[in-house]
């Protein structure tokens, strides 16, 4: 069976964006292939975390992919930093990737801004990290967003040359999966900009533990325009926000925007907001639920992060050993 390796950042505020673009596609995957999903607590601590919310943020993480259907019996759930493999061949990938590689990465310049001389050094290799952790595992597939198929052809730049360096096809060339209607869901006050956790503004996303009245309150005062939804796609052109209300309205209802339209074009968003609100509200409300139902037994979720920890040492060890051995590290 091939195998999938994907991550998310513990660092707060998980929300819509984080189900629809990549929570929701593990459960879909879950049977078809080998899975190994986990939280990067590595790769969030690239900017300063305070440490009891990081370890709590890496609970509801792991509450939220088993609240939303992933089997940590069948599938491997776990936070990076139980798993020292992942950041000792990261230091090796810092020896085979090029500076200018790394150079060409828009998410750092964007992350850094204009003072990018005060950002980490984690920041500014992180990508070489993130080959690690799906190398690491020899994963075939990883499911990303538009956002990330830039590191993944670093990843695929780093597997091709060690695989050209040391004369053998070692690391498998990671295939992306990259998924339909709202792989990338948009802030809700800005159609052109991500969803995102940073965001300074609470009322930009639809946090997965907001009750419902801030569900609803968030999408009736979500951006929009004035006018009403067109009957075809084409018509979302140059109304980002329109589209974005309209690409989560098809995620959440496993749809696509031209049906949406078919029964929403013409309408205002006086008629469709509504809809909108109490379709999100019922999708999530089960998972919220269980999530906090999970977070209320943090030792159950703990020992689920142990195991599926142990089960990552367990396939990450011998591979590493490999490398060592391709490149001439002495071992005992």
């Known amino acids: 069976m091939q195998r999938i390796f994907s991550g998310v950042q513990p660092t707060g505020n998980l929300h819509l964006g984080n189900y629809l673009g ?5 459960v879909r995957l879950q049977n078809d292939y ?4 986990c939280m990067v607590d590595l790769h969030a601590i690239t900017v300063w975390q305070e440490p009891d919310q990081l370890r709590s943020n890496t609970r509801e993480v792991a509450a939220a992919m088993i609240a939303s259907g992933v089997d940590p019996e069948n599938n491997i759930i776990f936070n990076q930093s139980q798993v020292p493999q992942h950041a000792e061949l990261a230091w090796i990938f810092n020896c085979v990737a090029r500076l ?14 204009k003072d990018k001389e005060r950002a980490s050094v984690g920041l500014y290799a992180y990508p070489n990290l993130m080959a690690a952790d799906i190398l690491v595992y020899k994963a075939t597939h ?27 096809d070692f690391f498998p060339i990671v ?3 990259i998924f339909g209607e709202a792989t990338r869901v948009m802030s809700l006050r800005d159609g052109t900009s991500k969803m995102s956790k940073s965001d ?113 040492r367990a396939i990450a060890e011998p591979i590493l050993r490999e490398v060592h051995n391709k490149i001439g590290i002495l071992q005992p």
Request: charged content about 30%; some cysteine; hydrophobic content about 40%.
């Open 200 to 312: 300074a503004s609470d009322a930009s996303r639809i946090n997965m533990t907001d009750d419902v009245d801030t569900i609803t309150k968030k999408i009736r005062r979500a951006r929009t325009d004035a006018e009403p939804l067109p009957m075809e796609v084409a018509g979302l052109k140059g109304r980002a926000e329109a589209a974005n209300l309209v690409g989560i309205y098809a995620a959440l209802n496993d749809s696509s925007s031209a049906q949406v339209l078919a029964e929403f074009g013409g309408q205002g968003f006086g008629v469709f907001k509504p809809a909108l609100a109490d379709l999100a509200v019922d999708k999530l409300a089960t998972i919220q639920d269980e999530m906090r139902r999970l977070m209320a037994d943090p030792a159950h979720v703990d020992g689920i992060i142990r195991s599926g920890a142990e089960k990552a």
């Open 175 to 177: 295939e992306p999966l």
């Open 142 to 168: 990883v499911p990303v967003g538009e956002d990330q198929k830039q590191h993944l052809e670093l990843c695929r730049d780093i597997a091709q040359k060690f695989n050209h360096d040391y004369e053998e």
């Open 34 to 37: 080998e899975c190994i999903f």
């Open 100 to 113: 200018g590689w790394l150079d060409r990465m828009t998410q750092f310049k964007e992350k850094a801004g």
């Open 22 to 26: 990549a929570i929701r596609n593990w």
